[in-house]
């Protein structure tokens, strides 16, 4: 490849050919109800462990799930299986959806859950200070993630996009 | 049985008969009678007073099947609707005006229809896709989130497994990570797939078979020790019946007149062409072989490619280049992606078989013309297939053909599966739709699943596969289709057409839209949700489960039946399915033995979603 614009190029068009099965899930029907379902098991697993108090059980609920979501979404690069020739190396699964489109419903109800789930410990807590940075960081750290400003941004070289040279 | 012969020339341009006098009688006409004997005449005379002035029930019953015999297996012969194509028609009888204002020469009217054929008729050309389209059916909600979860809890515990192994069992993981300084062999993320859910149960694909896998396939048993890494064969054959080949009218033989001419034709030829088509590997039965399956499909002039995927990737690189745009449909084959990424053009996709969507993107991309430059495409192709094989939906043609007409884009079709197995004489998708074939530019197809030979064909005018013969891939660098296949297909491509004087063709094709309806239609009774439209030769039934996928290809196998199980990422993530493709070979019998042993499966694996209706 000559340019950089040609490997652009080639890339849409790689992408563009044929729909991508490992991100058109969280469209399907069923998906947005299975995010909330597990975070009712997770609350439901945390709940269970015996002498927890509801403060703990919902802060680290709010914790796992921010964290578990961080890892799916947003560290894990390219698609699990060999189908498209490399057109999605190096990027996340939230900017495979909808083909890198911002803004779309999924896009909204994924960053809409951690707030709703922030929202509802920070209640379950009582507003305690310390609980509430414990729950407040990831939150932060995971909507930044999602901001439409950090499409294929890396900061501080952290899980890089390996640029092929041909 | 010159009659015969000559309907079977070119499929859209059928002459059907005329109501009160013919001496041609078609056999699709519904009647109740079982022969196929000249009492049809007098029939279809006294049929015109009874004409039918209802509309055709919708729901498909089994109680049509059973009560006629002859039940016509193509909606569009359900009516007599006595179209004759125009340049058929005396010009005495050409009417003034036409009732059908969109599509006048597409269909065409006699003047000698009563009032009531006329509207059944206008009707039947207006409601053509949606006769026989099924809608996908959503499952239960259930049954969703514990697809979703299984897929959750077996990738937790795959990436678990990876991330421990490299830490406690190093020498197994060596090619995934570092080692001594070399990079590791295979990146560990894109093989995840493959090694955590792939290898589990690799036992279901790729099974060996022995001898020629008809009606029934003999699968040789193999066990596995270390966890399906390597496999060791018991040496005990299993006979199953064989819904994994795609042998639609059941030319997958041994024995038999296509088989006695491929032998006279390897003492003559030889095994091989010997060199590519562009030099000196054209033998004259390769040009025979084009010439009949052109007028076979219905088009001027055809050239044959020896490989079924090579046909696509080999040509559509030929007829576009950079600055034209191709639009395919979601869910096309890898053999036309490849083609098309190989060409250089730009590419969109619009949702499957929607042709709402298809007409969004078509304003769009016109008005926008080129990225960056916006100069107008040099070409518009629209690649699409006859019948999609994992689905069982049929291209809706006929919307097509109207868009084709409002946007005047070039249209490619590729009855890959479609050829041999949908339409009356097997003509293909436009056979099955009463379409002319001149409305589609050009139309390829394979030779491996309906005709029992290898390799494809492009059908097209003259001018274009001139072209064609200069500039695709294959015919300048690839070998030529050699001399027994080349036979095959020609012999099973007179059978079709009935030249060797036989009813075999006919009822082949017959057999074949017999059993596809009657099984489809059996397994949705049952409960299954099973997509695929009316009359697709492909049946495929939804799993949805992934543990669900080998857990119903191997209960299959120990119940003697073969069966293609796929998931994903061949299918959305959570509608993998098993596809039953069936066949001519098979008979009542067996299909009734196979359903009987399906229903089993369906009730161990609880696989009876469909809501009560």
């Given at each position: 490849?000559?340019?950089?614009?040609?490997?652009?190029?080639?890339?849409?068009?790689?992408?563009?050919?044929?729909?991508?099965?490992?991100?058109?899930?969280?469209?399907?029907?069923?998906?947005?109800?299975?995010t909330?379902?597990i975070i009712?098991?997770l609350?439901?697993?945390?709940?269970?462990?015996?002498?927890?108090?509801?403060?703990?059980?919902?802060?680290?609920t709010n914790l796992t799930f921010n964290v578990g979501q961080?890892?799916?979404?947003?560290?894990?690069?390219?698609?699990?299986?060999?189908?498209?020739?490399?057109?999605?190396?190096?990027?996340?699964?939230?900017?495979?959806?909808?083909?890198?489109?911002?803004?779309?419903?999924?896009?909204?109800?994924?960053?809409?859950v951690p707030?709703?789930l922030?929202?509802?410990?920070?209640?379950?807590?009582?507003?305690?200070?310390?609980?509430?940075?414990?729950?407040?960081?990831p939150?932060?750290?995971v909507?930044?993630?999602?901001?439409?400003?950090?499409?294929?941004?890396?900061?501080?070289?952290?899980?890089?996009?390996?640029?092929?040279?041909? | 049985?010159?009659?015969?012969?000559?309907?079977?020339?070119?499929?859209?341009?059928?002459?059907?008969?005329?109501?009160?006098?013919?001496?041609?009688?078609?056999?699709?006409?519904?009647?109740?009678?079982?022969?196929?004997?000249?009492?049809?005449?007098?029939?279809?005379?006294?049929?015109?007073?009874?004409?039918?002035?209802?509309?055709?029930?919708?729901?498909?019953?089994?109680?049509?099947?059973?009560?006629?015999?002859?039940?016509?297996?193509?909606?569009?012969?359900?009516?007599?609707?006595?179209?004759?194509?125009?340049?058929?028609?005396?010009?005495?009888?050409?009417?003034?005006?036409?009732?059908?204002?969109?599509?006048?020469?597409?269909?065409?009217?006699?003047?000698?229809?009563?009032?009531?054929?006329?509207?059944?008729?206008?009707?039947?050309?207006?409601?053509?896709?949606?006769?026989?389209?099924?809608?996908?059916?959503?499952?239960?909600?259930?049954?969703?989130?514990?697809?979703?979860?299984?897929?959750?809890?077996?990738?937790?515990?795959?990436?678990?497994?990876?991330?421990?192994?490299?830490?406690?069992?190093?020498?197994?993981?060596?090619?995934?990570?570092?080692?001594?300084?070399?990079?590791?062999?295979?990146?560990?993320?894109?093989?995840?797939?493959?090694?955590?859910?792939?290898?589990?149960?690799?036992?279901?694909?790729?099974?060996?078979?022995?001898?020629?896998?008809?009606?029934?396939?003999?699968?040789?048993?193999?066990?596995?020790?270390?966890?399906?890494?390597?496999?060791?064969?018991?040496?005990?054959?299993?006979?199953?019946?064989?819904?994994?080949?795609?042998?639609?009218?059941?030319?997958?033989?041994?024995?038999?007149?296509?088989?006695?001419?491929?032998?006279?034709?390897?003492?003559?030829?030889?095994?091989?062409?010997?060199?590519?088509?562009?030099?000196?590997?054209?033998?004259?039965?390769?040009?025979?072989?084009?010439?009949?399956?052109?007028?076979?499909?219905?088009?001027?002039?055809?050239?044959?490619?020896?490989?079924?995927?090579?046909?696509?990737?080999?040509?559509?690189?030929?007829?576009?280049?950079?600055?034209?745009?191709?639009?395919?449909?979601?869910?096309?084959?890898?053999?036309?992606?490849?083609?098309?990424?190989?060409?250089?053009?730009?590419?969109?996709?619009?949702?499957?078989?929607?042709?709402?969507?298809?007409?969004?993107?078509?304003?769009?991309?016109?008005?926008?013309?080129?990225?960056?430059?916006?100069?107008?495409?040099?070409?518009?192709?629209?690649?699409?297939?006859?019948?999609?094989?994992?689905?069982?939906?049929?291209?809706?043609?006929?919307?097509?053909?109207?868009?084709?007409?409002?946007?005047?884009?070039?249209?490619?079709?590729?009855?890959?599966?479609?050829?041999?197995?949908?339409?009356?004489?097997?003509?293909?998708?436009?056979?099955?739709?009463?379409?002319?074939?001149?409305?589609?530019?050009?139309?390829?197809?394979?030779?491996?699943?309906?005709?029992?030979?290898?390799?494809?064909?492009?059908?097209?005018?003259?001018?274009?596969?001139?072209?064609?013969?200069?500039?695709?891939?294959?015919?300048?660098?690839?070998?030529?289709?050699?001399?027994?296949?080349?036979?095959?297909?020609?012999?099973?491509?007179?059978?079709?057409?009935?030249?060797?004087?036989?009813?075999?063709?006919?009822?082949?094709?017959?057999?074949?839209?017999?059993?596809?309806?009657?099984?489809?239609?059996?397994?949705?009774?049952?409960?299954?949700?099973?997509?695929?439209?009316?009359?697709?030769?492909?049946?495929?039934?939804?799993?949805?489960?992934?543990?669900?996928?080998?857990?119903?290809?191997?209960?299959?196998?120990?119940?003697?039946?073969?069966?293609?199980?796929?998931?994903?990422?061949?299918?959305?993530?959570?509608?993998?399915?098993?596809?039953?493709?069936?066949?001519?070979?098979?008979?009542?019998?067996?299909?009734?033995?196979?359903?009987?042993?399906?229903?089993?499966?369906?009730?161990?694996?609880?696989?009876?979603?469909?809501?009560?209706?």
């Open positions: 490849m000559s340019s950089i614009r040609e490997q652009k190029a080639h890339q849409t068009l790689d992408q563009s050919s044929m729909p991508n099965f490992n991100s058109s899930w969280v469209n399907y029907k069923g998906a947005w109800f299975t909330l379902f009712v098991l609350k439901t697993l945390f709940s269970v462990i015996p002498f927890i108090s509801s403060e703990a059980s919902w802060t680290l961080y890892i799916m979404f947003h560290w894990v690069q390219g698609i699990p299986f060999e189908n498209h020739q490399g057109a999605y190396d190096g990027l996340t699964l939230w900017e495979q959806i909808d083909g890198g489109v911002q803004f779309t419903a999924t896009r909204k109800f994924f960053t809409a707030i709703a922030f929202l509802l410990s920070t209640h379950y807590t009582h507003y305690n200070l310390v609980l509430l940075v414990i729950n407040f960081a939150l932060l750290w909507l930044v993630a999602k901001l439409p400003v950090m499409h294929r941004v890396r900061v501080f070289g952290i899980n890089k996009i390996d640029h092929v040279v041909d | 049985m010159a009659t015969t012969t000559n309907s079977l020339q070119v499929p859209g341009i059928e002459i059907q008969p005329p109501p009160i006098s013919s001496s041609h009688h078609h056999p699709q006409q519904k009647h109740q009678e079982k022969n196929d004997t000249t009492s049809t005449l007098s029939a279809t005379g006294s049929s015109t007073g009874t004409t039918r002035t209802t509309t055709r029930a919708r729901t498909f019953s089994l109680s049509s099947l059973v009560g006629k015999t002859r039940r016509a297996y193509s909606v569009s012969s359900a009516y007599p609707p006595k179209m004759i194509h125009p340049s058929l028609v005396p010009a005495s009888l050409k009417p003034q005006e036409n009732t059908l204002s969109v599509d006048n020469d597409v269909w065409f009217h006699a003047k000698h229809v009563t009032p009531a054929q006329r509207r059944n008729s206008v009707a039947a050309a207006h409601r053509k896709y949606e006769d026989f389209q099924q809608k996908m059916e959503e499952a239960p909600m259930f049954i969703l989130v514990s697809t979703y979860l299984n897929y959750f809890v077996l990738i937790l515990f795959g990436h678990l497994r990876d991330i421990l192994g490299k830490v406690f069992k190093r020498s197994e993981y060596a090619h995934l990570r570092t080692n001594q300084g070399y990079a590791p062999l295979v990146s560990d993320f894109d093989s995840f797939y493959t090694r955590r859910m792939y290898m589990r149960i690799r036992d279901c694909w790729n099974r060996p078979i022995t001898g020629v896998p008809t009606r029934i396939t003999a699968i040789l048993e193999r066990v596995s020790d270390d966890f399906n890494k390597t496999f060791r064969l018991t040496g005990r054959k299993i006979d199953a019946i064989n819904f994994a080949s795609y042998n639609y009218l059941g030319f997958a033989q041994a024995e038999g007149p296509c088989a006695d001419a491929v032998e006279e034709t390897v003492r003559d030829y030889g095994v091989s062409g010997g060199s590519t088509r562009a030099e000196c590997g054209s033998l004259d039965i390769h040009r025979e072989a084009e010439r009949k399956v052109a007028r076979f499909v219905g088009k001027e002039d055809a050239c044959i490619v020896s490989m079924g995927f090579a046909t696509n990737s080999t040509t559509i690189p030929a007829l576009v280049g950079k600055g034209c745009l191709i639009i395919s449909d979601e869910l096309n084959h890898s053999s036309i992606i490849f083609g098309a990424r190989l060409s250089g053009a730009s590419i969109r996709v619009f949702k499957h078989n929607n042709m709402g969507d298809l007409r969004n993107l078509l304003r769009e991309v016109i008005s926008q013309g080129q990225p960056r430059t916006h100069r107008p495409w040099k070409k518009i192709m629209i690649i699409v297939e006859g019948l999609y094989s994992m689905e069982g939906s049929v291209v809706n043609l006929p919307e097509l053909i109207k868009l084709k007409r409002e946007f005047k884009f070039y249209l490619y079709v590729d009855e890959a599966h479609s050829i041999g197995a949908l339409g009356e004489h097997g003509g293909g998708v436009c056979d099955f739709y009463g379409i002319n074939p001149k409305h589609v530019d050009i139309l390829m197809g394979t030779f491996t699943k309906s005709f029992g030979a290898a390799g494809g064909y492009i059908a097209g005018d003259k001018v274009v596969i001139d072209h064609l013969r200069l500039k695709n891939h294959s015919f300048c660098y690839a070998e030529t289709m050699t001399p027994p296949v080349t036979q095959q297909v020609l012999a099973s491509l007179g059978i079709m057409r009935g030249e060797d004087g036989t009813e075999n063709g006919r009822n082949r094709i017959r057999q074949l839209a017999d059993n596809a309806h009657y099984f489809a239609a059996r397994l949705r009774e049952m409960g299954f949700i099973v997509y695929g439209d009316e009359g697709s030769p492909v049946v495929p039934l939804l799993l949805f489960n992934p543990a669900k996928i080998s857990a119903f290809s191997r209960e299959m196998l120990k119940r003697g039946v073969a069966i293609c199980v796929v998931g994903y990422p061949a299918t959305p993530i959570i509608s993998s399915r098993a596809r039953f493709c069936v066949s001519a070979a098979h008979t009542r019998e067996d299909l009734d033995h196979a359903l009987k042993l399906i229903s089993e499966v369906g009730d161990l694996l609880m696989l009876k979603f469909k809501k009560a209706q």
